[in-house]
């Protein structure tokens, strides 16, 4: 949304609500994605953005979250 059309408050909005919308669309809703967005936005951030520390973040929180989960007896994740 930054580079197509800058930092303005209506970008701020539809940043938020496309990512709102992407993620009830893909029933992953959490808010603080929606947050994610509003920041990307305000920081004037770049296409790395994305990247790092979004996509960096989420596989370190993946990773993590499936050692933990799976140092647990009877517990495996993922499933199948």
């Known amino acids: 949304m930054v ?10 909005a539809l940043a938020v609500a496309t990512a ?5 669309l893909t029933k992953t809703l959490h808010p603080p994605g929606g947050a ?9 951030a770049e296409i790395s953005f994305i990247f790092t520390p979004v996509l960096l ?18 517990r495996s994740y993922p499933k199948r």
């Not at 709102?20 to 009830?24: A, F, G, H, P």
């Open 3 to 12: 580079f197509l059309f800058g930092s303005e408050p209506w970008v701020m």
């Open 57 to 74: 973040g989420s596989i370190i929180l993946l990773v993590c979250t499936i050692g933990f989960n799976n140092l647990m007896p009877g």
């Open 36 to 44: 994610v967005a509003l920041v990307g936005v305000m920081s004037k």
């Open 20 to 24: 709102i919308k992407l993620m009830q």
